[in-house]
């Protein structure tokens, strides 16, 4: 039986999609896998007893993030892997091979697979684990945008990743939190603008968690970026703060990583560049409101206009800096 839950009628169809499926059998269980994660050989013992596999799902946009659980033993056979993938077991062992490498991995620890090769793998019965999977392109231009100049793939993972410390336990427990979104149909991260956050934070979580080639390079010292470079940054933020930037897309604005981008707005601007984008956006609403009809336009309405998806933090935010809440400048408009 197949249990889809659509999204809310009241969300924007731009939102990401989240799906449950649950007591899937084993031509289901191909035909969802094929849907949300790659074509797969789905496999099991003789005698192993009636299959079923239960999935959550988020898809925001190049990133899944799912949460599987299988009740008998099985084998998942992927012919050849066009994106970098990461399953942490949260029950039970998983048994993986991957170019010309063998691990197992628990609770503890994480595999690792990239693109260019056959996937296998099996799991004991009644196994759990979260399913992270990123388009190749997708991680690469982020690791691109962060260091500020282009990189060259693909990325030569490791094949696990410790998940019981570090940025390992930190990244894992971010994973933990989208999975935990799922049932609830008023989630946040059904809006598009905290669907973007969260996506290039998962992604720029991972290239900071794992080791690889340029992993250096995006932890080490940073080097301030020119004021002509901040400036850039700044107009485009004057020109549009309503659109839904992350701070990777300033980062190419200005054509620097995203750590010289930071470094860079402290220095100039005295201020984190989406801090600066958040009091750019706090300054139009204010505007806005001072100048509306109160009989004709909503605070919520004025709020999302300048890219506030949350009215409770906005709210917050708009009264340290203005002393009053938003519905106060609205009624006094002139």
Known sequence: MVDVFPRPPHVCPDAPDIV??????????????????????????????????????????????GHLSFNTPVTLLVAELDAYHVSMPTQGHLRARHAGREVVVGPSTGVVFGPGSPVYTSREGNCAELAVKVERKALEEELSGLLGHPIEGPLD??????????PGQSWRRLISLLCDELEFETSLFYEPLMAEQLRSTVLSGLLLS??????DELTGPTVTGPPRAIRRVVDSIQHEPERAFTVTDLARVANMSVRSLQEGFRRHMGMAPMTY????????VHEALRRADPARVTVASVAHRWGFAHLGRFASAYRARFGESPSETLRSAR
């Open 20 to 65: 449950h499926f649950s007591g899937v059998d084993i031509d289901e269980a191909r035909s969802v896998l094929n849907r949300f994660y790659y074509p797969v050989a789905v496999g099991m013992p003789d005698a192993a007893g009636d299959f079923e596999l239960g999935v959550g799902v988020i898809q925001l946009g190049p990133l899944t993030v």
């Open 157 to 166: 993972l490791p094949p696990e990743v410790d998940l019981s410390t570090g």
């Open 277 to 284: 984008l958040q009091q750019v956006r706090l300054g139009r």
């Open 210 to 215: 794992l080791p690889h080639r340029y992993h």
